[in-house]
């Protein structure tokens, strides 16, 4: 049964934030419990992948900013994902921006946000993920689930000081994580994209793939992902791509939302000061990976987001080049069940790009005419 279009309509008539928040608090609580944990349960897809060393039960993982604290991971690893990414987390706990800072533009299937990575902290961010029974447990039957910490800066630290919120963040995550995610692509944290310039991104990689070295003295490697934010020119997407070639960063998540607010101006709440996402990133998105999977070559690691709002938005990711994909404002609109469908069009292009290798054809080439 699909339980989410019967509450659907109840939690779209609420706030946006009031029933995000409402629907963690319920995850949380139901997590444990098997019963209450059916109602929102989906059939894992088995299309294991490895990408940057990492295999990944399916495809398909939840994009960071839906669970900010880690508080849910079981339950979400119960819907099918294959990956979960959770944070934004800062150093300290930090407000984010004032209230109200969502709002859904269902029209144009987005959100727009401004939470300003809202979250408790690293202590609490901790505590949490080792709470984890997935985690935790190795005879668990999710315990392949892969687990994305995403770190960022508080808003209160100067841009010029960053990297010293981010090497505090990466040393503090780095044993509990299979994957680290330095996001400095949020529109929604004064200054944090100027991180993504040539200079200073150059000297904050730099930062923490030294700091990386060192906590592989003591631990595993443990890959770096790079979020990135879809409104950057071609030429600054090169920048980045020789960036992460040169620190020999893992991989790069693309992308992040966008400041383009020309697809929901017309709509109410459309003009609200925030990142949008859903649907109107999904075509900028995914030419911004397009370009990164020409630049990097065919085995750099790119896991794509932005957009994906059923099945056929996840493969166009994959044609361009993605790896992985990850999912939030559609699994907002088409809750869980969107998990599932997404991982088995993911697995059948797959299957079908393997077998035109094997016939000899070009991958992504197209089959409907036949040669003179």
Same mark, same amino acid.
């Given at each position: 049964m699909d339980f989410y279009p019967l509450i659907r309509p109840f939690l779209f008539a609420l706030d946006a934030e009031v029933a995000h928040d409402l629907t963690l608090d319920w995850i949380k609580k139901t997590q444990s419990k098997p019963l209450l944990r059916s109602l929102y349960a989906q059939k894992m897809v088995n299309d294991p992948v490895t990408v940057a060393g990492l295999t990944f039960p399916n495809r398909v993982g939840l994009a960071a900013g839906l669970d900010k604290n880690a508080r849910c991971i079981d339950g979400l690893a119960a819907m099918g994902f294959g990956f979960v990414e959770v944070g934004t987390v800062t150093p300290v706990a930090q407000n984010g921006n004032s209230k109200p800072r969502m709002f859904r533009i269902r029209e144009a299937g987005a959100l727009i946000n401004r939470m300003g990575f809202n979250n408790k902290g690293l202590e609490t961010f901790l505590k949490n993920v080792q709470k984890s029974k997935v985690r935790k447990d190795s005879s668990h039957p999710l315990h392949g689930l892969r687990l994305g910490l995403n770190i960022g800066k508080n808003a209160a630290t100067p841009i010029e000081r960053a990297a010293d919120d981010y090497v505090a963040c990466l040393q503090?995550?780095?044993?509990?994580a299979d994957y680290i995610t330095i996001n400095i692509s949020s529109p929604n944290t004064k200054n944090l994209r100027d991180l993504q310039s040539n200079a200073s991104l150059d000297g904050?990689?730099?930062?923490?793939?030294?700091?990386?070295? &060192?906590?592989?003295?003591?631990?595993?490697? !443990?890959?770096?992902?790079? !979020?990135?934010?879809?409104?950057?020119?071609?030429?600054?997407?090169?920048?980045?791509?020789?960036?992460?070639?040169?620190?020999?960063?893992d991989g790069v998540i693309a992308t992040n939302t966008t400041v383009n607010h020309?697809?929901?101006?017309?709509? &109410?709440?459309?003009?609200?000061?925030?990142?949008?996402?859903?649907?109107?990133?999904?075509?900028?998105?995914?030419?911004?990976?397009?370009?990164?999977?020409?630049?990097?070559?065919?085995?750099?690691?790119?896991?794509?987001?932005?957009g994906v709002m059923a099945a056929e938005d996840a493969v166009a990711k994959l044609e361009a080049g993605a790896d992985l994909v990850q999912l939030y404002t559609g699994f907002v609109y088409q809750g869980p069940a969107l998990v599932p469908r997404v991982a088995q069009?993911?697995?059948?292009?797959?299957?079908?790009?393997?077998? !035109?290798?094997q016939d000899g054809a070009a991958p992504g080439s197209s089959d409907a005419e036949e040669p003179a």
């Open positions: 503090a995550v780095y044993p509990y904050l990689l730099n930062t923490l793939v030294q700091c990386r070295e &060192e906590l592989k003295k003591t631990h595993a490697h !443990k890959p770096l992902f790079l !979020k990135i934010a879809p409104d950057l020119t071609a030429e600054q997407v090169s920048l980045i791509a020789q960036l992460l070639d040169r620190h020999q960063v020309e697809a929901v101006q017309s709509y &109410e709440h459309g003009s609200e000061v925030g990142g949008v996402s859903g649907a109107p990133v999904r075509d900028v998105s995914t030419q911004v990976i397009r370009q990164l999977r020409a630049e990097l070559g065919p085995q750099f690691p790119i896991i794509g987001v932005g069009a993911m697995q059948e292009y797959s299957a079908q790009q393997q077998q !035109k290798l």
